[in-house]
């Protein structure tokens, strides 16, 4: 399944590419993921430790994130937290990528709020499919909340 809106013409207008944020403190991680990324239309935020995750986001909404789990500073269920409690980065979905295989750590990340888990090293379909589906329920949980905003809009107006 590959991203629809990665950079190709609709309707004669162009369309945005997708923006990920890859936050890993091994720099042939980031290369891994942007070379596996950018082929497919994704554009790709690299970021090296959870500050500078943190950082980022504080200028920059991404439409996904990919965070390593054992980063300096702040660790990726630290970042995942704070991405979470912050109304308004909380619906992108993080997938946490870890080396870490204990259910401990898996249940540690679900609680910091990931929507999903790649275990490292990782698989180059294995990532596009998960990227893709959490993708497709973002888009989905944006339109329902679209609708949402503009019904209430319109019960306002009508009162």
Same mark, same amino acid.
């Given at each position: %399944?590959?991203?629809?809106?990665?950079?190709?013409?609709?309707?004669?207008?162009?369309?945005?590419?997708?923006?990920?944020? &890859?936050?890993?403190?091994?720099?042939?991680?980031? /290369?891994?993921?942007?070379?596996?990324?950018?082929?497919?239309?994704? @554009?790709?935020?690299?970021?090296?430790?959870?500050? @500078?995750?943190? =950082?980022?986001?504080?200028?920059?909404?991404?439409?996904?994130?990919?965070? *390593?789990? %054992?980063?300096?500073?702040?660790?990726?269920?630290?970042? &995942? /937290?704070?991405?979470?409690?912050?109304?308004?980065?909380?619906?992108?979905?993080?997938? %946490?990528?870890?080396?870490?295989? =204990?259910? @401990?750590?898996?249940?540690?990340?679900?609680?910091?709020?990931?929507?999903? +888990?790649?275990?490292?090293? +990782? *698989?180059? =379909?294995?990532?596009?499919?998960?990227?893709?589906? $959490?993708?497709?329920?973002?888009?989905?949980?944006?339109?329902?909340?679209?609708?949402?905003?503009?019904?209430?809009? $319109?019960?306002? +107006?009508?009162?």
């Amino acid at each position: %399944m590959r991203q629809q809106n990665a950079g190709k013409l609709s309707e004669g207008l162009p369309m945005r590419k997708t923006k990920i944020l &890859c936050a890993d403190d091994e720099p042939i991680n980031l /290369r891994l993921l942007q070379a596996i990324l950018t082929a497919e239309g994704y @554009e790709i935020i690299s970021a090296t430790n959870g500050q @500078e995750a943190l =950082s980022i986001l504080d200028t920059q909404a991404p439409a996904l994130i990919l965070l *390593d789990v %054992m980063m300096p500073y702040i660790d990726g269920y630290e970042v &995942c /937290r704070k991405i979470k409690m912050d109304e308004r980065l909380r619906n992108i979905p993080v997938i %946490m990528l870890t080396a870490l295989k =204990s259910t @401990e750590e898996r249940i540690k990340g679900i609680e910091a709020g990931a929507e999903d +888990f790649i275990s490292k090293p +990782f *698989d180059r =379909s294995e990532v596009l499919a998960r990227i893709a589906m $959490l993708l497709q329920v973002k888009g989905l949980n944006d339109r329902l909340n679209d609708a949402y905003m503009n019904i209430t809009q $319109l019960t306002s +107006f009508g009162e």
